[in-house]
C-alpha cells in the first residue's frame, strides 16, 4: 500500500499531525492574546517597526470608504506597491502593483488594471471579504519588495519567502516557497507552491516538493532546485528568533523574504503554521520540538539560540 | 488540565450518565430500544379562535371508538373555559363554553391512546341514509358513469376502487369531469357509492406521525363491507394498513363549530412513546419528575429532534479530529442533518445541492455589483427564499411533493453555505470548494445516518442522562493528539523513508 502510511511509521520519524500541533504546541504555548499581534498585519507593523524588526514600509493604511474614494491622489505618486488585506491569510487579496504604464497599473504577472480594479479591492478588502469571519478590516499598501537576484528564475510572479518555525525562540525548521502557475503564483503550499525544505544549520535546501510529490526542476520555469543556498542565512534565523521576542508565541511560523536591497525582510507571521514544512524537509518535528522541551538553559539569549538552532541541536535530537 | 484528574473527570460523567439510566430502566421499566406494537400515541388538538365578545362556546367532535385503537384518557385543559364531553349518539363532542370573553382563545384537548391492532369494535351496519342527490343533468352524469362500471366490480369494494381509480385518470371522461365541477372528490365517490347502493360515508381522518405539529385533518372514504368499515384514500383506492390513521369525525357534526368567535381553527400535535413511557405520564403530578414526558406534546416533538442534536455533533467531531475531513463551517452540516430529518434524505440531498448550486451561480453576478458584507448576505437570504419559492412551487406543479420539503432547511444557514463556498471558490479554487461541499455533505450525510436511527432517537429523548456519555467521549476525542485518518494518506512521502 503506497497511498496509506502507518502510524508508527510517523512517530518513528517524529511526524507532527494537526491534532497534536493543535493541542499540544499551539493550545500550550501560544496564549490568546498575542494572537491579534500577527493575525493583524498592521499591529504586526508597528510592533515590529517598535522594535526594530525590518519590514516593507507601510506606505498607506485604508479603513473607511470614503479613503477609497480619495485614493487617486496617493497612488499616482507610487510606481509599484502591494495591497493587502490586514487579516488576510493564505495570499488571499493581495495585489501586487509592479510598474505603471501611463494611467494603468501593471500587476507582476504583466496584466493590466485600471483604478477601479483597486478601488473593489480595496472595498471588498474593508468590508471583510478576506478575512476570517468576515468582520470588516483594514487594507494595507506597502512598498514591494525587489526579488533578490538569485530568487528570480524560481518563483512565478510572487516573491519567494522563507517560512521558519520557531519554537521556544528556536529555530527549528525552515522551508523555501516558491509560487508557480498552479498557485497563481502565490507562495501556499495548499494551492500548489513548491515547498524546499532548507537545512536549518546551513541554510542549504534539501529538496523540493508541489502537492506531496517530489520534484527537481521547477515546473514553469525548467530551473533547477537543487543546490540553493540562502544567502545571510544567520540574519535570516536571528530576525526568525526575534519575532518570539516581541510576540510571547511559543510556537509560530515566520515568513521572511530577502529584498535585493535590504536583505531579510519580515513578511508576516502565523501563530497556526501548517504542517507541510515537514513535507518539504522529509523530516519530522516532532523530535526536534521535544529536543527543546528537554532543554534545560535558563533565558538563553537571542545568540544563544540561534547558535543551537546552527550548530545542530534539532540535528542531534533525531540521531 | 492533568491527565488523570481530566480522565477521572470524563469517567466520572460517563459513569454518572450510564448510572442514571440504568437507575431509571430498573425503576420504571422504560424498554432500552423502541418498541414497535402497543406503542401509546399522545395527541393534541389545539384550538384557536377570536372571541367576539360575550358568551363564546366551542363544540369539537371527538373521535370515535374504533378498531385498532384503546383510549386511555382525555383532558380539555383551558383556563377559565367550563368543559364537558357531550356522549350522545356514537359522535361524541367536547364542548367548552365561558359567559364574558373577547380577544384571541386558545383551548387544548388531549387525548391519550394504546395502538393494538388486534383490538376490534363490533358496529352495526348503519340505516341507509338518503343520498346525496343528483340532479338534472349531474344524475344523468352519474348514472352512466356508474353504468360503465358496474359490470366491472363484484362487490362494493371493487366499485370502489374502480370509482377511485375512474376519478383520478388524467384527463377524466366528459360525464366525470361534469360531476367534479359541482361535487369535491370525496363527496362525489360518496354520493355515487350511495346511488349504486353501496353503504358508504366521507371521514375525516388524522394520520399519526412521531413528533410532527401543525398537523390537519384529512378526507377519507368509508365503505361498508363485509360487517366492517374499510377505508379508502380518495387518491390512492384501497388503505390495507390503517395502524397510523386515526378516523375523527364520521357523519354530520362539523370538526369544530365556535359561537360568539370568528376565525376558528384547529390544528393536531402527536408524539409517539413506549407503553411504559406512559407510566410516567401518568404520574405526572409527581414535582420531582423532571423527565422530557411532562411537556406539552408539541413541544415534546420539538425535543425529540433536539435531543439528537448532540448525537450529531459527537459524529462532526468524529469526522473531523479523528478522520480530517474539511467541511465548510464547523457546525454547519449537523444543522442540514437535522433539516434531513424533516425532509427526508434524498428530497434533502437533491432540494440542498439545487438550492446551494443556484446559489452559487447568482452569487457570482454579485460579486460585480461590489457590495458590502452585510448588505451581500442579506441580498444572498433574499435570493435563496426566492429560490426556494421557486423550487417548491415547481415542484409541486411538476407533482413531486417532496419538493416542498426543502422549506425545513434554515434559510440563513443556507444563505451562509452560500457564501463561504463562493469565497472559497474564489480564493481557493474550484478544488477546493468541492472538496469541503463534499466533505460537508458527507459529515451531514453521515450524521443524519446516525441521528436517524430508530434506538439513537428512543435512547436520545427517553435517556437523556446518555448525553452526558456523549459529553464524555466528546471530551475524550477533544484530547486525541493521535494521527488523523487522512494524514496517513497525506504523510505518505514519508513512506520510503522508513527503515
Known amino acids: 500500500m503506497n497511498w496509506l502510511v502507518s502510524p508508527r511509521t510517523l512517530r518513528r520519524q517524529g511526524v507532527m499531525g494537526m491534532n497534536q500541533r493543535n493541542l499540544h504546541f499551539v493550545g500550550r504555548y501560544n496564549p490568546r492574546e498575542a494572537y ?44 509599484e506597491f502591494v495591497i493587502k488585506p490586514a487579516h488576510g491569510s493564505g495570499g488571499k487579496g493581495i495585489l501586487v502593483i509592479a510598474s505603471r504604464d501611463r494611467g494603468a497599473f501593471v500587476k507582476s504577472s504583466g496584466e493590466r488594471v485600471d483604478l477601479n480594479h483597486i478601488k473593489h479591492l480595496l472595498t471588498n478588502i474593508i468590508s471583510g471579504l478576506y478575512s476570517l469571519g468576515g468582520r470588516s478590516d483594514d487594507a494595507i499598501i506597502e512598498s514591494l519588495v525587489r526579488t533578490h537576484p538569485m530568487f528570480s528564475k524560481l518563483s512565478i510572479d510572487g516573491v519567494p519567502d522563507i517560512r521558519v518555525i520557531v519554537f521556544k525562540g528556536f529555530p527549528v525548521m525552515a522551508m523555501l516557497r516558491l509560487g508557480t502557475h498552479a498557485s497563481d503564483g502565490k507562495a501556499n503550499l495548499h494551492q500548489g507552491a513548491i515547498g524546499v525544505g532548507i537545512d536549518i544549520q546551513t541554510g542549504e535546501g534539501v529538496g523540493a516538493v508541489q502537492r506531496n510529490r517530489p520534484l527537481t526542476k521547477h515546473p514553469d520555469t525548467g530551473e533547477p532546485l537543487q543546490g540553493i543556498a540562502i544567502p545571510n542565512w544567520r540574519d535570516l534565523l536571528t530576525l526568525a528568533a526575534r519575532c518570539h521576542d516581541v510576540t510571547g508565541l511559543g510556537y509560530l511560523g515566520c515568513d521572511i523574504v530577502i529584498d535585493a536591497e535590504k536583505g531579510p525582510l519580515l513578511l508576516e507571521m502565523n501563530a497556526r503554521p501548517g504542517l507541510g514544512i515537514q513535507i518539504a524537509n522529509g523530516n519530522g518535528l516532532g523530535q526536534r520540538l521535544k529536543a527543546i522541551e528537554a532543554l534545560e538553559l535558563f533565558a538563553p539569549s537571542l545568540e544563544e539560540r540561534v547558535d543551537l538552532a546552527m550548530n545542530g541541536l534539532a540535528g542531534r535530537a533525531m540521531e | 488540565m492533568q491527565r488523570w484528574p481530566f480522565i477521572l473527570a470524563v469517567a466520572l460523567l460517563f459513569l454518572t450518565g450510564l448510572g442514571i439510566a440504568t437507575y431509571r430502566y430498573l425503576d420504571t421499566g422504560m424498554p432500552l430500544l423502541p418498541g414497535q406494537e402497543r406503542a401509546v400515541w399522545q395527541i393534541e388538538a389545539r ?65 391519550d391512546l ?16 338518503s343520498a346525496d342527490s343528483f340532479d338534472g343533468a349531474y344524475d344523468t352524469a352519474a348514472k352512466e358513469v356508474l353504468n360503465a362500471l358496474t359490470p366491472k366490480s363484484a362487490n362494493a369494494r371493487s366499485l370502489a376502487e374502480q370509482l ?23 363527496r362525489l365517490i360518496g354520493a355515487l357509492l350511495s346511488r349504486a347502493d353501496v353503504t358508504a360515508r366521507t371521514v375525516k381522518a388524522l394520520r399519526l406521525r412521531d413528533g410532527r405539529r401543525r398537523q390537519r385533518l384529512r378526507d377519507y372514504l368509508q365503505v361498508w363491507h363485509d360487517d366492517g368499515w374499510l377505508l379508502f384514500d380518495p387518491r390512492r383506492g384501497l388503505i390495507e394498513d390503517t395502524a397510523h390513521i386515526l378516523v375523527w369525525q364520521t357523519g354530520n357534526p362539523a370538526v369544530l363549530e365556535v359561537i360568539g368567535g370568528t376565525r376558528s381553527r ?104 461590489n457590495l458590502l458584507l452585510v448588505a451581500r448576505i442579506a441580498t444572498i437570504v433574499v435570493l435563496v427564499i426566492a429560490l426556494v419559492t421557486v423550487l417548491a412551487v415547481v415542484s409541486y406543479r411538476l407533482g413531486l411533493i417532496s419538493g416542498l420539503a426543502i422549506t425545513f432547511f434554515p434559510m440563513v444557514i443556507l444563505a451562509w453555505t452560500v457564501e463561504r463556498m463562493s469565497i472559497l471558490w474564489e480564493e481557493e479554487g474550484p478544488l477546493e470548494a468541492l472538496i469541503q461541499g463534499a466533505g460537508s455533505l458527507l459529515v451531514a450525510v453521515l450524521a443524519y445516518l446516525v441521528m436517524s436511527l430508530a434506538p439513537v432517537r428512543h435512547l436520545a429523548f427517553n435517556f437523556p442522562e446518555l448525553h452526558l456519555c456523549v459529553l464524555a467521549a466528546i471530551l475524550l476525542l477533544g ?4 494521527y488523523r485518518l487522512l494524514e496517513l494518506h497525506r504523510f505518505t512521502p514519508f513512506l520510503k523513508r522508513s527503515p
Open chain 2, 114 to 129: 394504546v395502538q393494538d391492532t388486534g383490538r376490534r369494535v363490533t358496529e352495526e351496519k348503519p340505516r341507509r341514509r
Open chain 1, 36 to 79: 491579534p499581534l500577527v493575525d493583524n498585519k498592521l499591529r504586526t507593523k508597528r510592533l515590529a517597526e517598535k522594535a526594530g524588526i525590518p519590514m516593507p514600509d507601510l506606505l498607506h493604511e485604508v479603513s473607511r470608504q470614503h479613503q477609497i474614494e480619495a485614493i487617486e491622489p496617493n497612488l499616482s505618486q507610487l510606481g
Open chain 2, 479 to 482: 484530547r486525541y493528539t493521535g
Open chain 2, 164 to 186: 377511485i381509480q375512474e376519478i383520478n385518470t388524467e384527463p377524466p371522461d366528459q360525464n366525470m369531469s361534469l360531476l367534479l365541477q359541482r361535487y369535491s372528490p370525496v
Open chain 2, 266 to 369: 384547529v390544528t393536531f400535535s402527536m408524539v409517539s412513546q413506549d407503553q411504559p413511557a406512559l407510566g410516567l405520564a401518568r404520574e405526572r403530578y409527581n414535582p420531582f419528575d423532571l423527565s422530557l414526558q411532562n411537556l406539552p406534546i408539541a413541544e415534546q416533538g420539538m425535543f425529540k429532534l433536539i435531543m439528537t442534536l448532540p448525537v450529531g455533533a459527537l459524529v462532526v467531531v468524529f469526522m473531523r479530529l479523528l478522520v480530517g475531513v474539511r467541511t465548510s463551517g464547523t457546525f454547519m452540516p449537523v444543522l442540514i442533518a437535522l433539516a434531513f430529518l424533516q425532509t427526508e434524505l434524498l428530497a434533502g440531498l437533491i432540494g440542498l445541492v439545487l438550492v446551494v448550486g443556484a446559489g452559487l451561480l447568482l452569487r457570482f453576478y454579485l460579486s460585480a455589483l
Open chain 2, 47 to 111: 384550538i384557536a379562535f377570536t372571541a367576539n365578545g360575550g358568551a363564546a362556546e366551542a363544540l369539537l367532535t371527538l373521535p370515535p371508538d374504533q378498531n385498532g385503537f384503546e383510549f386511555l384518557s382525555e383532558t380539555g385543559a383551558s383556563p377559565g373555559f367550563g368543559f364537558a364531553i357531550n356522549r350522545a349518539g356514537p359522535q361524541r363532542r367536547a364542548h367548552w363554553s365561558k359567559r364574558d370573553v373577547e380577544g384571541s382563545q386558545t383551548l387544548f384537548y388531549k387525548l
